[in-house]
C-alpha cells in the first residue's frame, strides 16, 4: 500500500542551527501539506502545495520557514535558525485532486528537538 | 475563524465496550465537512470518518458512527465493541466547503485508552 514518506524520523538539533526535513507524497497525489503538532495540540497547517505553486502559506513563519516542490512531487521544509519553540512533530499528508474532500493521507513524522 | 474543542483530553473503556468521544466547533459557514481522524502510537494519521454537514443522516463506518446536531455544532464519535487496536490518539477536524483548499482544522484530541 503506497504510502507518505518522511525523513528523517527524529532530529535533534541546538537552537541557532539549521534544519530540513523530506517529504516524498503518494504517486499520483497532487496535494502536500505540511503541518505542525506541538505536544498536546491538534496539527496546524504550515504550508499547503499544487503541485509546484503554493496555496496557502499564511500560518507559516517566513522569516526563519521555508518551503519549496520544485518539481511538483518531493517537497523539502527547512529551518533557520532553528528556536526552542519549534520542538514539535512536523507531519507532511498528501491528496488526490479529485480524492474524498478531506481525505488526507499522513507520513509518520519528523520529530524535532531544539535544545 | 474556525475552533474546534475536544474537552475530553483522555479516555478509557474496557475492550468489546462502547465508548463516545465529544467534539464541538465553531463556524460562520453553513456548509462545511467534519472528521475524524486516529493517530495510533508511532504510526500515521488515519481518517476514520466524515460527515458532509449539508446531510442529516449520521455516518456509520463499521463499528464507528458519528452523532452530528448541527444546530449545535455537536459532533461525536462512537466506538462500538472497543478493541486494543483502537487504542490512539482521535482527532476531531473541520474544513470548509471550497474548492482547492484542503484545510483541515484540528482539535486538540483525545487519547483513547482501550483496556484488555
Known amino acids: 500500500e503506497a504510502e507518505v514518506a518522511q525523513s528523517p524520523r527524529y532530529k535533534i538539533t541546538e537552537k541557532s542551527q539549521a534544519v530540513a526535513f523530506w517529504c516524498d507524497p503518494i504517486s499520483g497525489h497532487a496535494t502536500l501539506y505540511w503541518y505542525r503538532q506541538i505536544l498536546g495540540q491538534g496539527p496546524e497547517l504550515l504550508v499547503q502545495?499544487?503541485?509546484?505553486?503554493?496555496?496557502?502559506d499564511s500560518q507559516l513563519p517566513k522569516d526563519r520557514f521555508s518551503a519549496e516542490r520544485l518539481k511538483g512531487v518531493d517537497s523539502t521544509l527547512k529551518i533557520q535558525p532553528a528556536e526552542l519553540g519549534d520542538s514539535a512533530m512536523y507531519l507532511c499528508a498528501s491528496s488526490h485532486q479529485y480524492g474524498i474532500p478531506g481525505e488526507l493521507f499522513f507520513g509518520e513524522g519528523s520529530r524535532l528537538t531544539v535544545l | 475563524a474556525q475552533t474546534v474543542t475536544q474537552s475530553q483530553p483522555e479516555m478509557s473503556v474496557q475492550e468489546a465496550e462502547t465508548v463516545t468521544l465529544s467534539c464541538t466547533y465553531d463556524t460562520s459557514e453553513s456548509n462545511y465537512y467534519l472528521f475524524w481522524y486516529k493517530q495510533p502510537p508511532s504510526r500515521q494519521m488515519i481518517l476514520v470518518i466524515r460527515q458532509e454537514a449539508y446531510k442529516q443522516q449520521n455516518a456509520t463506518e463499521n463499528r464507528f458512527s458519528v452523532n452530528f446536531q448541527k444546530a449545535a455544532k455537536s459532533f461525536s464519535l462512537k466506538i462500538s465493541d472497543s478493541q486494543l487496536g483502537d487504542t490512539a490518539m482521535y482527532f476531531c477536524?473541520?474544513?470548509?466547503?471550497?474548492?482547492?483548499?484542503?484545510?483541515?482544522?484540528f482539535g486538540t484530541g483525545t487519547r483513547l485508552t482501550v483496556i484488555p
Open positions: 477536524a473541520f474544513m470548509k466547503h471550497q474548492t482547492g483548499a484542503n484545510n483541515l482544522f
Open positions: 502545495f499544487q503541485d509546484e505553486s503554493v496555496v496557502d
